[in-house]
């Protein structure tokens, strides 16, 4: 009997701790708008593959009543946010101008008022805004995880040199594991 007694408090305990996990955590969605998709001003490698990542997060933080956070570059045409990760009226969205999503726009505030300790990150492009914004969380003192599968990115060419949108993305993730935890969209799902 006090086998099962022991058992029926750790199961308590285990369900209590997995039901909080995200009191302290925000998503952030970055830069999910229109003109990196096909037909933009900037289009990117497979957006469409990246938004549909990005929109089981959305869904499973929405389902858990977890803070969703949207963060949009003032850019036009195509600045509006991507149709399938769209916020709710209720979800704040930050309008920036630099790559940074924490310069000028209020967001840190926004996080300390929610008491937000931990945020998952994921969006567009790999090797700016979501790098940006990650570097700039980490600094400011949050433990970060970015969703690998949930970001994408482009060709980038320097000097002739041309790397291809895969490399640009693996090699960025590969530099952000100093800053954050890197897992696909299954393992963050599963583990939370």
Not at 130 to 146: I, K, S
Request: proline share 3%; with cysteine.
């Amino acid at each position: 009997m006090k086998k099962l007694w022991i058992i029926s408090i750790f199961i308590t305990m285990t369900i209590s701790v997995k039901s909080q996990t995200l009191d302290s955590t925000a998503l952030i969605l970055i830069d999910n708008q229109y003109f990196y998709f096909p037909g933009g001003d900037m289009e990117l490698s497979e957006p469409e593959k990246a938004a549909e990542k990005a929109k089981q997060l959305l869904d499973f933080f929405r389902e858990k009543k977890a803070l969703v956070v949207h963060v949009r570059h003032e850019h036009n045409p195509g600045g509006d946010i991507y149709k399938l990760v769209a916020p709710l009226e209720s979800e704040k969205v930050f309008s920036k101008k630099e790559v940074n999503s924490f310069l000028g726009t209020g967001l840190e505030e926004y996080l300390k008022q929610n008491h937000i300790k931990k945020l998952v990150l994921c969006g567009m492009q790999t090797h700016m805004c979501l790098e940006g914004a990650t570097r700039a969380a980490h600094d400011l003192g949050y433990e970060c995880t970015v969703i690998k599968d949930a970001c994408t990115t482009r060709d980038l060419i320097f000097d002739d040199v041309l790397t291809p949108a895969k490399q640009v993305h693996y090699s960025t993730l590969a530099t952000l594991r100093n800053y954050a935890k890197i897992m696909g969209t299954d393992e963050f799902l599963k583990g939370n």
